[in-house]
């Protein structure tokens, strides 16, 4: 067997070489890195890979020969390569690396992990516990040994323990303590490329996820990811088993695997497997949503493992698209053919995306979202929103260019949660800020933008918007062009995304919004700002210190009021979001021991949509929102 890793240099040139042609399971590929050594430093070069290379053993020699695939310029694509006993030669691009076996695992990875006083990190789960597929082989699997079958090493550093000050341990965190949570991770690491990822086992999060890969656009792209114990504790079988699929599941995503029905996204797009993808045996599917059969079926036909496309990125694809710090999630900038309609819809689904009809210029752009039966009743999944990955939303731009929202953050919502859309409950509703993501600002510039969405039903059906019309108008005064500089900096679009943060690295983001209320606070996008610095107020801060120890800042529900009072009275944000802002003014208001104020606040909110004229069924429901805020804020109190 002659399968693993092997490194070679000459002179300055240092190769890393992957051979993949026997063993368990091989992809029957070659492939490598090349770096160019100077002193104390090495760079890199460039990638390549042989997709279906010749195999020829002669005695105790064997030569692989085949045409490369190259990331840089190589003078010659012929790769040929010659191993006997574990030593050999190597040509690629036309030079030539003396090389030798250097392991068996084609990468190696360092995971830090890190868990909150309260949790329980998971160790290993027996797959002959539960009933398995007929012929896989029972053993105990943690999330180390699965990636060591799918021939990457993970190294597992000292776990850490972070301790709470100041509060108990079951502790809901948000996108903006995660965020800051990484920020002070990874401040210590160099800016630069790196096979070492962080894994955080928080109690839960706010929106009740299983876990979530983080994902911003700065240096740090796909370095980190959490699970939250509360979500998925449990030491049943089924529970372990669960906890094994969560924490592979995410630290793929941070290999640069996208979920099996996205794959088409990709950059370049991939193939998806069958059903749309929700028929891949992989721990990138979701468990409910598999097909056939949902999570019964997943489970008694998953064999523990990635899928045969998977296995060939984490062994084989290019440096910069499979190591932490690289490439972006899914590739590049994501610039994709716009959706386009089915040709023909049985769904009985309908999707429609809208927007005010114009936005001023550095104006957060918000669009509201849409799902409802378009005849007989149907049940679907309630997942609406394009924070979750089964709504995408592209945007084509001025010049043409359509991009994907991507969002900060890739919230994995792996849990059925289904919606019947009858008479009685005609559609559902959702508000997205798109306005800024992982790829930075979306709409930068005046003109006229076409968004669609796509949402991809529990059946699998792809629902696909017509196109909504985003104008985003010219800038008129010099306070207009001083605003828009103020909204448009890049800690700015990070902070409207988590809506309020304290972390100090978005301190800058922070500073403008505060100078735009200041020097501006009559403007009419200063609404915005006051918004962000009134949420954030109006909740406690949880911030991990870079010594890892838990700080919370308690609630300032005095200034949250002061904001967000302001946020109420007007009226150019969208229902949604005011239903949201008035909702938090209420608790602000509780926390500061008024609940007679906090009711009231509920009633002025009743008041204010009956104004708006807004239709029956969606009043009885804010109605009822009303009454089951005012029961949990005086349980609260």
């Keep these: 067997m002659i399968s693993g890793l092997y490194q070679g240099q000459d002179g300055d040139a240092r190769l890393e070489l992957r051979i993949d042609v026997d063993g368990t399971r091989p992809t029957g590929r070659?492939?490598?890195?090349?770096?160019?050594?100077?002193?104390?430093?090495?760079?890199?070069?460039?990638?390549?890979?042989?997709?279906?290379?010749?195999?020829?053993?002669?005695?105790?020699?064997?030569?692989?020969?085949?045409?490369?695939?190259?990331?840089?310029?190589?003078?010659?694509?012929?790769?040929?390569?010659?191993?006997?006993?574990?030593?050999?030669?190597?040509?690629?691009?036309?030079?030539?690396?003396?090389?030798?076996?250097?392991?068996?695992?084609?990468?190696?990875?360092?995971?830090?992990?890190?868990?909150?006083?309260?949790?329980?990190?998971?160790?290993?789960?027996?797959?002959?516990?539960?009933?398995c597929p007929p012929g896989t082989v029972a053993r105990d699997l943690g999330v180390a040994e699965a990636y060591a079958e799918a021939g990457i090493r993970l190294t597992v550093a000292q776990p850490g323990v972070i301790p709470v000050d100041g509060s108990g341990a079951d502790l809901a965190w948000d996108d903006a303590e995660l965020h800051h949570a990484m920020t002070q991770q990874f401040g210590g690491f160099s800016d630069a490329v790196a096979w070492r990822v962080w894994l955080l086992v928080a109690s839960r999060h706010v929106g009740g996820y299983r876990g979530i890969m983080f994902d911003y656009n700065d240096a740090h792209q796909r370095q980190g990811a959490a699970v939250f114990y509360d979500a998925i504790k449990g030491g049943t079988p089924q529970a372990q088993r669960a906890q094994l699929r969560t924490y592979v599941h995410e630290l793929g995503h941070a290999f640069n695997l996208l979920h099996s029905w996205q794959k088409n996204l990709a950059t370049p797009p991939q193939p998806l497997g069958p059903d749309g993808g929700f028929g891949d045996l992989s721990w990138m599917n979701y468990v409910q949503n598999y097909r056939p059969g949902g999570e019964i079926g997943y489970w008694s036909a998953f064999p523990f493992q990635f899928t045969d496309p998977e296995l060939v990125h984490l062994r084989h694809g290019f440096y910069r698209d499979v190591a932490m710090g690289a490439n972006a999630f899914g590739t590049g900038a994501a610039e994709i053919t716009p959706f386009e309609q089915p040709v023909e819809d049985r769904s009985g689904l309908r999707l429609e995306v809208r927007a005010k009809e114009w936005f001023g210029f550095g104006e957060p752009v918000v669009v509201e979202l849409k799902l409802s039966a378009t005849g007989e009743p149907r049940t679907t999944h309630s997942h609406l929103h394009p924070d979750t990955e089964f709504t995408q939303i592209c945007i084509t731009r001025p010049d043409g260019r359509t991009l994907l929202y991507q969002p900060m953050?890739?919230?994995?919502?792996?849990?059925?949660?289904?919606?019947?859309l009858d008479a009685g409950n005609p559609a559902m509703y959702?508000?997205?800020?798109?306005?800024?993501?992982?790829?930075?600002?979306?709409?930068?510039?005046?003109?006229?933008?076409?968004?669609?969405?796509?949402?991809?039903?529990?059946?699998?059906?792809?629902?696909?918007?017509?196109?909504?019309?985003?104008?985003?108008?010219?800038?008129?005064?010099?306070?207009?062009?001083?605003?828009?500089?103020?909204?448009?900096?890049?800690?700015?679009?990070?902070?409207?995304?988590?809506?309020?943060?304290?972390?100090?690295?978005?301190?800058?983001?922070?500073?403008?919004?505060?100078?735009?209320?200041?020097?501006?606070?009559?403007?009419?996008?200063?609404?915005?700002a006051r918004m962000v610095k009134g949420l954030n107020a109006e909740r406690?801060?949880?911030?991990?210190?870079?010594?890892?120890?838990?700080?919370?800042?308690?609630?300032?529900?005095?200034?949250?009021?002061?904001?967000?009072?302001?946020?109420?009275?007007?009226?150019?944000?969208?229902?949604?979001?005011?239903?949201?802002?008035?909702?938090?003014?209420?608790?602000?208001?509780?926390?500061?021991?008024?609940?007679?104020?906090?009711?009231?606040?509920?009633?002025?909110?009743?008041?204010?949509?009956?104004?708006?004229?807004?239709?029956?069924?969606?009043?009885?429901?804010?109605?009822?929102?009303?009454?089951?805020?005012k029961t949990a804020l005086s349980a609260e109190a």
């Design 30 to 131: 070659l492939s490598g890195d090349v770096f160019s050594v100077s002193g104390a430093t090495t760079a890199y070069v460039g990638s390549f890979v042989v997709n279906s290379p010749a195999v020829r053993a002669e005695g105790d020699e064997a030569r692989i020969d085949g045409r490369g695939a190259f990331t840089f310029d190589a003078p010659v694509k012929d790769v040929s390569v010659t191993i006997s006993h574990g030593t050999g030669t190597a040509v690629v691009g036309g030079h030539s690396y003396p090389v030798a076996y250097a392991s068996p695992y084609f990468r190696s990875v360092l995971l830090e992990q890190d868990s909150v006083t309260g949790t329980e990190p998971f160790i290993a789960y027996n797959t002959g516990a539960l009933p």
């Design 409 to 420: 953050m890739r919230h994995c919502v792996d849990s059925s949660n289904e919606v019947r």
């Design 430 to 528: 959702r508000s997205a800020y798109i306005g800024h993501g992982r790829d930075g600002h979306y709409f930068q510039q005046p003109g006229e933008y076409h968004v669609r969405g796509q949402y991809i039903a529990a059946d699998g059906s792809r629902i696909v918007s017509p196109s909504c019309l985003v104008r985003v108008r010219y800038p008129v005064s010099a306070d207009d062009h001083q605003v828009a500089e103020l909204m448009l900096g890049e800690e700015q679009g990070k902070l409207f995304s988590l809506l309020g943060s304290d972390s100090p690295s978005l301190r800058a983001g922070n500073e403008a919004l505060d100078e735009l209320i200041d020097r501006h606070g009559g403007h009419r996008l200063a609404v915005y």
């Design 540 to 629: 406690g801060f949880k911030a991990l210190t870079p010594g890892k120890r838990l700080r919370i800042r308690p609630p300032d529900p005095k200034q949250g009021i002061e904001q967000l009072t302001e946020v109420a009275r007007d009226a150019t944000i969208d229902n949604i979001t005011l239903n949201m802002v008035m909702r938090r003014l209420a608790r602000a208001e509780a926390r500061q021991g008024d609940l007679g104020r906090a009711n009231a606040v509920m009633d002025e909110m009743v008041t204010v949509f009956e104004a708006k004229g807004v239709n029956p069924i969606v009043m009885a429901q804010i109605r009822r929102q009303a009454e089951l805020t």
